[in-house]
């Protein structure tokens, strides 16, 4: 069964459990650990969230030409109102090595897209990440408004294997951000096996 972290708030809740009153009363929100292939979220197969989570991480060679940089985070944005597998709209990589810019150090995905299109689009787009964003990227994707934010491995886990982070989860980020209107839908941990050799090979002995 896929584990769920259950957050007791007076926030809107997440779309997977709308039906949960509104106003005055507690509302939950909810983040969902997938690692179960049998499940599907917003009618989303795990099998499509594999695949588009492989692609994340393949976004470090295609925008780094580097299959395995150091701070090796990827993301990609997805359309999956486009129906079967969905449409990626664009993808992004830790670039803040070679910009020198801080802010960058996190996949920058939203801001390749036109002003149009990312104030028409984020609220039907997912965003799928290799790694738990910090405080500040996950900032960005709440202010954006995008529909679902999923990531691979955990902050957790980065501060486990001795990289630097500032502790404050998503679930957080996104459960003090009850102001700015619907909250994207979290899922957590997807495809783990897979992300997390690209943050853990330079710390564990081969
Ligand atoms: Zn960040």
Avoid at 3 to 20: C, D, E, F, M, N
Avoid at 183 to 188: G, H, K, M, V
Wanted: net charge negative.
């Amino acid at each position: 069964m896929p584990s769920t972290r259950v957050y007791l708030t007076t926030l809107v809740a997440t779309g997977a459990i709308s039906s949960q009153a509104h106003g005055n009363e507690a509302n939950l929100i909810a983040e969902t650990v997938l690692n179960e292939p049998a499940l599907a979220i917003n009618g989303i197969p795990f099998s499509t969230r594999a695949y588009w989570m492989r692609t994340a991480n393949d976004a470090l060679f295609e925008v780094l030409q580097d299959p395995c940089p150091f701070a090796a985070f990827g993301t990609v944005i997805v359309n999956h109102t486009a129906g079967g597998l969905g449409k990626a709209v664009c993808i992004g990589a830790n670039s803040s090595g070679r910009s020198g810019n801080p802010t960058q150090h996190d996949p920058n995905g939203p801001y390749n897209l036109t002003t149009s299109e990312a104030l028409g689009a984020f609220s039907e787009l997912s965003l799928y990440t290799n790694a738990e964003s910090c405080p500040m990227c996950a900032s960005a994707i709440r202010w954006a408004g995008f529909k679902e934010y999923i990531y691979g491995t955990s902050i957790n886990t980065l501060i486990g294997k001795g990289w630097g982070q500032i502790r404050i989860p998503s679930m957080e980020v996104i459960r003090q951000s009850f102001d700015l209107g619907p909250t994207p839908r979290l899922i957590a941990e997807v495809l783990t096996n897979e992300t997390e050799p690209y943050f853990l090979w330079h710390t564990e002995t081969i």
